[in-house]
T-cell receptor, first 115, second 115 residues
Framework: EAEVAQSPRYKITEKSQAVAFWCDPI?????LYWYRQILGQGPELLVQ????????DSQLPKDRFSAERLKGVDSTLKIQPAELGDSAMYLC?????????????FGPGTRLTVL | AQSVTQLGSHVSVSEGALVLLRCNYS??????LFWYVQYPNQGLQLLLK??????LVKGINGFEAEFKKSETSFHLTKPSAHMSDAAEYFC?????????????FGTGTQLKVEL
């Protein structure tokens, strides 16, 4: 069964360092999402791509976060510099385009700890 | 704008007992509604979804939910709890408008199943 792949699964870094997370969506899924889940809360959307274009990045802290999906397939989310408050689970999801885009499939996530 | 309220951050049931997890939503237009389950340090798995049509929807692992427009609710139930149901459950809503369709999640309910 096709799955969303994410790496690394766990990342520990010190504040002010740069970190990057990678996501490979299910083959054929045009829409890709990055969510942040703080411990004890539900996930919140950071950025949504349709192919290589950003559809929604209204909740992305653009002073330190960046995301790209250059060829419309896999994606990278970067934080520079990392802050203590960035400690969270970062989830990637993907969906088909069109009317089926509402059903999102999630990867296993990357748990980030900032010391 | 849409929002989701999950009543009860922690629910405890005995094995074999009824599971009832509550979810109320707020939406200006008819929403699509979802329940996801999350096991420790893993991503989210879709349990079931409501889009249109029949208001009682059945999902995986014996779970079901009923969309009640008059009560703006989408409660999750399972007739008989199993130890393997212990996990965190998230209710989510999306509005399928334009190109964006972000999921708005509730804060989650941790389900504990006791012998």
């Amino acid at each position: 069964e096709a799955e969303v792949a994410q790496s690394p699964r766990y990342k520990i870094t010190e504040k002010s360092q740069a970190v990057a997370f990678w996501c490979d969506p299910i083959s054929g899924h045009a829409t890709l999402y990055w969510y942040r889940q703080i411990l004890g809360q539900g996930p919140e959307l950071l950025v949504q791509f349709q192919d290589e274009s950003v559809v929604d990045d209204s909740q992305l802290p653009k002073d330190r976060f960046s995301a790209e999906r250059l060829k419309g397939v896999d994606s990278t989310l970067k934080i520079q510099p990392a802050e203590l408050g960035d400690s969270a689970m970062y989830l990637c999801a993907s969906s088909l385009a069109g009317l089926q885009r509402y059903e999102q499939f999630f990867g296993p996530g990357t748990r980030l700890t900032v010391l | 704008a849409q929002s989701v309220t999950q009543l009860g951050s922690h629910v405890s049931v005995s094995e074999g007992a009824l599971v009832l997890l509550r979810c109320n939503y707020s939406s200006s237009v008819p929403p699509y509604l979802f329940w996801y389950v999350q096991y420790p340090n893993q991503g989210l798995q879709l349990l079931l979804k409501y889009t249109t049509g029949a208001t009682l929807v059945k999902g995986i692992n014996g779970f079901e939910a009923e969309f009640k427009k008059s009560e703006t609710s989408f409660h999750l139930t399972k007739p008989s709890a199993h130890m393997s149901d212990a996990a965190e459950y998230f209710c989510a809503v999306t509005l399928v408008t334009g190109g964006g369709n972000k999921l708005t999640f509730g804060t989650g309910t941790q389900l504990k199943v006791e012998l």
